[in-house]
T-cell receptor, first 112, second 110 residues
Framework: EAEVAQSPRYKITEKSQAVAFWCDPI?????LYWYRQILGQGPELLVQ????????DSQLPKDRFSAERLKGVDSTLKIQPAELGDSAMYLC??????????FGPGTRLTVT | GQQVMQIPQYQHVQEGEDFTTYCNSS?????IQWYKQRPGGHPVFLIQ?????EVKKQKRLTFQFGEAKKNSSLHITATQTTDVGTYFC??????????FGAGTRLAVHP
């Protein structure tokens, strides 16, 4: 069964450093999502792509976070500089139209 | 913006007991989805409800959508240790966008 791939699975970084996460959605899924999940809470949408275009980035802290999906396939989420409060699980998901979302295994970020 | 309240936050049951989690909205929902996240895992889609009063079953899981489409429930009959995890409801926040509830964490003791 096709899966959403994410890397790295774990990342430890010092505050003020840059960090990047990668996501490869299920083939054919035009919509790609990046979520942040703090322990004990539900996933919170950071950015949503339809093909290569950003559809929603209203909750993305744009002073330090950036996301791109240049060819409308895989995507990168970057944080620069990282802050202690950015420690969380970063989940990527993809979907085909207005259907269920398929999540990747996530990247657990720890900022020290 | 759209918000959804999920209760309870946490439920601890003995294996074999039933479990129910509720999701409530102040506004009418177009649809609602349910996801399960195992400890250390990622959310996995369970079901989508669209119609008013809809009831769907998956083995021991029963999902309901309220008549007014403002609430939903997930009921598990005779819980098993494999049911452990956090159950999230998610509602539409716009074009393909989902807003997740805070989740109900289920612990099952054998």
């Amino acid at each position: 069964e096709a899966e959403v791939a994410q890397s790295p699975r774990y990342k430890i970084t010092e505050k003020s450093q840059a960090v990047a996460f990668w996501c490869d959605p299920i083939s054919g899924h035009a919509t790609l999502y990046w979520y942040r999940q703090i322990l004990g809470q539900g996933p919170e949408l950071l950015v949503q792509f339809q093909d290569e275009s950003v559809v929603d980035d209203s909750q993305l802290p744009k002073d330090r976070f950036s996301a791109e999906r240049l060819k409308g396939v895989d995507s990168t989420l970057k944080i620069q500089p990282a802050e202690l409060g950015d420690s969380a699980m970063y989940l990527c998901a993809s979907s085909w139209g207005q259907s269920e979302q398929y999540f990747g295994p996530g990247t657990r970020l720890t900022v020290t | 913006g759209q918000q959804v309240m999920q209760i309870p936050q946490y439920q601890h049951v003995q294996e074999g007991e039933d479990f129910t989690t509720y999701c409530n909205s102040s506004t009418t929902l177009s649809n609602i989805q349910w996801y399960k996240q195992r400890p250390g895992g990622h959310p996995v889609f369970l079901i989508q409800l669209v119609k008013s009063g809809e009831v769907k079953k998956q083995k021991r899981l029963t999902f309901q959508f309220g008549e007014a489409k403002k609430n939903s429930s997930l009921h598990i009959t005779a819980t098993q240790t494999t049911d452990v995890g956090t159950y999230f409801c998610a509602v539409s926040g716009g074009y393909n966008k989902l807003i997740f509830g805070a989740g109900t964490r289920l612990a099952v003791h054998p």
